[in-house]
């Protein structure tokens, strides 16, 4: 079973260069986010997609794009990247709304010079 | 505002008990979580407890809620080796929503 799958797994960047993360779930979930986790801050929800065709920005929009492509995959962009979004981005699905429980992919580790 | 605190470290002997502890500030929590993370790998779910709830055991983790101090602990026994890793307490604000807010995460190391 492969769960939540997130490409790359490292990724380095220029400042300005732009970049898409992908995520892709096989469990037929609704619901898809995306986080980011920086040393001390615990995780923060950058966007969200409630079901395909729906997304909303989480608490740290700022500088990130997203796209729910279809019900399995949910992308992440970053048209300009800056070294404030040097990070680990993890994507996680959830079943439905009824079920609290979130999936996590293993993480992206992005480091922008 | 919503806020989760953890402290960041822990680090127990094998065998001994582990305690972890949170605290949330948001007293309209519906479910606490708590998630573990292993180097290089994503959270998973460990256990989690319904807000009417006082404790929830299962197998070797023991949940204890107090709701009068907005006080989340995750007690493993007989600690191994294998639970180093990073304990997350969440909450979820409301149900069916997007909104869960995570803690900063408590690093467990055991020592052999």
């Known amino acids: 079973n492969a769960g939540v799958t997130q490409t790359p797994k490292f990724q380095v960047l220029k400042t300005g260069q732009s970049m898409t993360l992908q995520c892709a779930q096989d469990?037929?979930?609704?619901?898809m986010y995306w986080y980011r986790q920086d040393p001390g801050m615990g995780l923060r929800l950058i966007y969200y997609?409630?079901?395909?065709?729906?997304?909303d920005k989480g608490e740290v929009p700022n500088g990130y794009n997203v796209s729910r492509l279809n019900k399995r995959e949910f992308s992440l962009r970053l048209e300009s990247a800056a070294p404030s979004q040097t990070s680990v981005y993890f994507c996680?699905?959830?079943?439905?709304?009824?079920?609290?429980?979130?999936?996590f992919g293993s993480g992206t580790q992005l480091s922008v010079l | 505002g919503e806020d989760v605190e953890q402290s960041l470290f822990l680090s127990v002997r094998e065998g001994d008990s582990s305690v972890i502890n949170c605290t949330y500030t948001?007293?309209?929590?519906?479910?606490l979580y708590w998630y573990k993370q292993e180097p290089g790998a994503g959270l998973q779910l460990l256990t989690y407890?319904?807000?009417?709830?006082d404790m929830k055991q299962d197998q070797r983790l023991t949940v204890l809620l107090n709701k009068k101090d907005k006080h989340l602990s995750l007690r493993i026994a007989d600690t191994q080796t294998g639970d180093s890793a990073i304990y997350f307490c969440?909450?979820?604000?409301?149900?069916?929503?997007?909104?869960?807010?995570f803690g900063t995460g408590t690093r467990l190391k055991v020592l052999a």
């Open positions: 996680a699905s959830r079943p439905d709304a009824t079920n609290e429980k979130l999936f």
């Open positions: 469990m037929n979930h609704n619901s």
């Open positions: 997609s409630a079901s395909e065709g729906t997304t």
């Open positions: 948001d007293s309209s929590s519906t479910y």
């Open positions: 407890i319904f807000s009417n709830m």
């Open positions: 969440a909450e979820s604000i409301r149900p069916g929503t997007y909104k869960y807010i």
